[in-house]
């Protein structure tokens, strides 16, 4: 027989532990014959076994802890002091201050010691929780709490019943045990139980003297005088536990430890509870892609469970409007709610008794009903760039440029509903039927975008590119392979020199992230305005103005547009403009700028190279419906623009400048371009890692000499191919 813990505690000091701890080890003893010993690991009451027992010379836990991971089973047995009862004893330490020293792990690894020597040990816990006594519930078959036949005793014996449930320790392994030893007379069962919330595993009859003089005699009663009413309680209270089987069951539901509930079989879901997980998803609309409770496995099924049951013990919006103003708001919140949630999972689903697993689930379920649900731990991953959710089951996320899916998941398509919902209300947008996208923005910055269904048809979708809180700086992009140092030193110049520059790129190719290196480039003194659909620029520089620009409301008004913000900031005398992205008309007022003083300003457009850069303006231009000549608007596009930059996700996952094009002029038709820099890939290695070259073409761009003008060096040879000579326009 594997070894069974029971742990005996209790909420306060003086309710009569210690007694309980030595008198049920020995009729446990009595009783089945087997072997029985009493470990002491109550810290304010060093000593108190051993008074009991008449031990006055025991080797304790703190003496042997330093060489403790040198003994084994075998070695350790000596250790235990042999009571003339047959009981071994374990005292934790000679005095309160070594006691004190004793830290959780090494205890852990003492019971780990003990259990193979013993068919029960019965741990005395002392009063409350503490990282110690924890190591010991976290293996016990049984906590018996110990509670004094008074009202207030008992309720802070319920209280702290409570609170281990709140610490993911199953009520079912809990049992109240009522000492009457300081009760005037005695106290109706009724009044018990509906103090403790059930009724009391045994109520312990008062007989002081019996008490008095088993301490003095240092003679445990149970033993001594054995038929005394006392006695004969504890040895019916054996007798029936271990008739019953009552330790094994509870040893029983011990046994689903370190198991999730998708590992451990034993978990079941009843038919009632199913029905009553029917009729909530019923209740809550179900939609086109919910599922029967049937489909859903018995986890999803047990957080189905017990958000239905939530709203019946958690009033969350009561509870906010009595902690809404405080400034440890949320914390109070998450707090009460994960008692909640503790306490139902603990009713609805009693054979998940993983206490790992169990914290696993309140912890999901409160992320659901207070927070951002499955997203909550990506955003809070570091590594994390960005977050992809395809419906309920399908979480995906980008770290180090790869994109992999996840194991989170949400409960159900409502949860994931409710998520979407408590992003985009508090920044007064709506998302339903009728306007069934949305962009938003996460308290921290990051960018949301959802869509749900109809539109999104295998459920709601949410996309999210995580703000960085400290944006990758030149170095950064450096040190990943995205550009050279060469290259950093010419666009730094290039942005001084105040040429106009457009970043192209695909979706996510790192378009912004250049942007924001680039402008960081640009000297302090300039007066800076950006402009953005949802600010995901940082400047550090002194003088900048940030604009947003705003959808319509609910009611279908008061938009702002990117061209809107253009217009506008020309008013606002800037040195600078920075526009996030030209994606619609403000392309016209774009150039505009740029070529009427506004030099030096920057862009990004969404195009796979170079050339469609050029076009892609031509054809937004085109849209702002100012009806002009397609060669009057290349005209304008080949005067306005200096520099393309090309960046690209490669196939691997990193970002990279693939090109950097000089726009040059005209010739007839067409804008002429050329590249100087390029990437150029020549295959890829085992790991799928992509190698390639990244240099000069050998061209030299014209611009370098008006960086010549200004002063600005540019470093020897940086234009010049391998094996070419360095032109003369090369040193300027
Ligand atoms: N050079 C880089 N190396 C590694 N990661 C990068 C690099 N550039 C950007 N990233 C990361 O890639 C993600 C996308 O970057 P960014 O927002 O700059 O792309 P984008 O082209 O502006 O995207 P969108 O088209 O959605 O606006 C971000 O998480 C960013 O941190
Ligand atoms: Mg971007």
């Keep these: 027989m594997a070894c069974r813990f029971v742990v005996v505690g209790g909420a306060r000091d003086g309710v009569g532990k210690t007694s309980f701890a030595v008198n049920f080890a020995l009729s446990l003893l009595k009783e089945t014959r087997k072997r029985v010993m009493i470990v002491d690991l109550d810290v304010s009451g060093v000593g108190d076994v051993a008074a009991l027992l008449g031990i006055t ?62 068919d029960y040990i019965v741990i005395d816990a002392g009063a409350g929780v503490d990282p110690a006594n924890i190591v010991a519930m976290e293996r016990a078959s049984g906590i018996f709490l110990l509670a004094s036949a008074t009202p207030t005793s008992l309720a802070a014996t319920r209280q702290f019943a409570d609170h281990l449930q709140s610490l993911h320790f199953p009520q079912a392994l809990v049992k109240f045990v009522v000492n009457a030893h300081d009760a005037a007379g005695p106290l109706p069962r009724e009044a018990v139980a509906v103090r403790l919330g059930r009724a009391a595993l045994v109520v312990l009859p008062r007989d002081d003297t019996l008490t008095l003089d088993a301490a003095l005699k240092a003679a445990p009663f149970v033993m001594d005088a054995p038929r005394a009413a006392l006695s004969r309680t504890y040895d019916e209270l054996v007798r029936q536990l271990v008739e019953k089987g009552i330790l094994d069951q509870l040893a029983a539901v011990e046994r689903g430890r370190g198991q999730s509930v998708d590992q451990h079989r034993g978990v079941e879901v009843t038919q009632e509870q199913d029905k009553a997980i029917e009729g909530f998803l019923k ?59 503790a306490k139902v999972l603990d009713e609805e689903g009693a054979s998940v008794t993983d206490r790992n697993e169990r914290r696993r ?21 570091e590594r994390v760039t960005e977050i992809m959710v395809n419906g309920r089951d399908n979480v995906f996320a980008e770290i180090n440029g790869k994109l992999r899916k996840t194991e989170y998941s949400f409960t159900d398509d409502a949860q994931l509903m409710a998520v979407i919902e408590r992003i985009v209300t508090p920044l007064g947008r709506r998302i339903d039927e009728k306007s069934p996208m949305v962009d938003a923005r996460l308290a921290d910055g990051s960018r949301v975008n959802a869509i749900i269904p109809p539109l999104a048809i295998d459920g709601p979708s ?41 970043i192209s790129g695909g979706t996510g190719s790192g378009k912004t992230t250049l942007l924001n290196v680039l402008s960081s480039f640009i000297p302090e003194d300039d007066r800076i305005v950006t402009i953005e659909d949802a600010a995901e620029l940082q400047l550090r520089q002194p003088h900048v103005v940030r604009l947003e620009s705003r959808p319509a409301n609910i009611e279908g008004v008061g938009e702002v547009k990117i061209r809107d913000l253009v217009k506008n900031s020309l008013r606002m005398r800037p040195d600078r403009i920075v526009v996030g992205e030209c994606r619609g008309a403000e392309a016209v007022d774009m ?53 393309i930059v090309q960046v690209s996700r490669l196939s691997d996952g990193s970002r990279r400048i693939l090109s950097v094009c000089e726009v040059s002029g005209m010739e007839a038709q067409t804008i002429t371009m050329q590249e100087c820099f390029a990437f150029k890939q020549t295959g890829v290695d085992a790991q799928r890692k992509v190698i390639g070259t990244f240099g000069p073409t050998g061209f030299v761009p014209k611009f370098v000499s008006k960086l010549g003008e ?19 326009r090369g040193r300027a």
């Design 591 to 643: 150039l505009q700028a740029m070529n009427t003083g506004h030099d030096g300003s920057l862009t990004t457009v969404h195009a796979n190279t170079p050339r469609d850069a050029l076009s892609r303006l031509e054809t937004l231009v085109m849209f702002a419906g100012l009806d002009l000549p397609s060669r009057a608007i290349r005209e304008q596009i080949a005067s306005a623009i200096n520099i």
């Design 462 to 502: 949410i996309t999210i590119r995580k703000f960085a809180r400290e944006p990758m700086k030149v170095d950064d992009l450096v040190r990943f392979g995205s550009l050279t140092h060469d290259l950093a030193d010419l666009l730094r110049a290039c942005v001084q020199a105040r040429l106009n520059i457009v």
């Design 57 to 118: 010379e025991a080797r304790t836990i703190a003496e042997f802890l330093p060489y403790v991971d040198q003994l084994t089973p075998q070695t350790f047995g000596p250790y235990i002091q042999a009571h003339g009862t047959g009981v071994g004893v374990l005292p934790l330490a000679a005095n309160p201050q070594a006691a004190r020293k004793v830290a959780p792990e090494g205890i852990r690894k003492v019971l780990d010691l003990a259990g193979p020597l013993c």
């Design 283 to 341: 209740s809550r609309g179900g939609g086109k892609t919910g599922r029967s409770a049937k489909e859903m496995d018995n986890r999803t099924r047990l957080k189905m469970l017990i958000h239905k049951r939530l709203p019946e013990v958690l009033d969350l919006k009561r509870l906010d409007r009595e902690v809404g103003g405080r400034p440890d708001r949320d914390k109070l919140l998450r707090e009460r709610a994960e008692a909640a949630v």
């Design 710 to 728: 200004l002063g600005i060096e540019v470093p020897r040879g940086i234009f010049a191919a391998p094996g070419q000579a360095t032109t003369p």
């Design 361 to 381: 689930i309140v912890k999901e379920v409160c992320d659901e009903a207070l927070g951002l649900g499955a997203l909550e731990d990506l955003l809070a991953d």
